[in-house]
């Protein structure tokens, strides 16, 4: 588990955007799972931070400086900013957010890449179908909370599994799943999992990996399908877990299981955005922000949603909104 002691908080002069450039102030910045692997200074599919870089990160913020005629000072945008207060990036790379359609907040959230990540994860790589039971881990995380909705508009039964008993009654209360329960006060998975899932699981949703997976898996359906998104169970492992061997669960269920990175379907983020802003103003999408205050405080904010203690969305507010 990384540490504070492990970032370090340095003061430099504001940089200015060069040609084909923009200066932004970032608003929000966001921190996620996926950042832990790169911090290990290597991943299968992104160039890790190296000590003493930037640590990365996407973040929704305001163009102080701009010389680029696509992007004009005042816009609200959002992308890869890092952690830190003024960034610059190229303007291509940054993408306008609309403040007057939702908070500006929610383009690292619902409309940004976990509602992304959601939309496409369920629908194109689990294909849920009504009536089915899906199963969802990490399910009041940022992501798992929209893949429980979105499973729900597809009308499909829907079980979540979470940290504490407060995510599971906000999952289940709030969010409108079926039924849930806390891995943490659970003894027996499977179970319980039985219990909740008495016709079996179509599709499962793995934001987490380990013996919850190991679980869901040995109740999978014939022709199941299985999106691995995560696997933050063993991010901060020193060497791999050695768990149960359930890959012949998949020949005797002729299922499915398949990873997927969500900049897969950058051509057709237009199709998500439309349908997740309508469903967010439709109020069949609801979301929650855990915010922490202040640049200095990211690292304490990520290593609290490494540990779980976030409901929905975590973001560090850097600066209000003007």
């Known amino acids: 588990m990384p540490k504070e002691s492990d970032f370090r908080l340095v003061e430099s002069p504001k940089p200015h955007a060069g040609a084909g450039e923009a200066l932004v102030r970032a608003l929000y910045l966001s921190v996620d799972p996926y950042m832990r692997p790169l911090m290990s200074g290597h991943s299968s599919y992104a160039r890790g931070v190296q000590v003493g870089e930037v640590m ?27 952690w830190q207060d003024y960034a610059v990036a190229h303007a291509r790379s940054l993408h306008h957010v609309d403040p007057q359609q939702a908070p500006v907040s929610t383009a690292l959230y619902v409309l940004g890449v976990p509602g992304l990540t959601a939309y496409f994860g369920l629908l194109d790589i689990c294909h849920p179908q009504p009536g089915e039971t899906v199963v969802v881990s990490a399910a009041a995380g940022a992501v798992g909370s929209l893949v429980g909705q979105i499973a729900r508009i597809k009308r499909c039964r829907v079980v979540g599994i979470a940290g504490s008993d407060e995510k599971v009654r906000y999952v289940c209360q709030d969010l409108g799943f079926d039924g849930g329960f806390n891995y943490r006060e659970t003894a027996d998975y499977e179970s319980k999992l039985k219990e909740l899932c008495p016709n079996g699981i179509d599709v499962y949703f793995d934001n987490v990996g380990g013996p919850v997976t190991d679980a869901v898996l040995r109740l999978i359906n014939n022709r199941a399908r299985v999106a691995v998104c995560g696997q933050i169970s063993q991010y901060n492992a020193e060497r791999p877990d050695v768990g149960p061997r359930w890959f012949g669960q998949l020949i005797v269920r002729q299922a499915r299981v398949e990873g997927f990175l969500v900049h897969q379907f950058s051509d057709r983020y237009d199709e998500a955005y439309r349908h997740l802003s309508a469903w967010l103003h439709e109020n069949r999408l609801r979301y929650r922000e855990d915010i922490v205050e202040g640049l200095e405080n990211a690292p304490r904010a990520f290593i609290g949603m490494l540990e779980g203690r976030n409901i929905g969305k975590r973001l560090v507010k850097i600066a209000d909104v003007q």
């Open 56 to 82: 990365v990160g996407g973040a929704v913020g305001v163009v102080v400086e701009s010389n680029d005629p696509r992007i004009a000072q005042g816009d609200v945008v959002s992308a890869m900013l890092g």
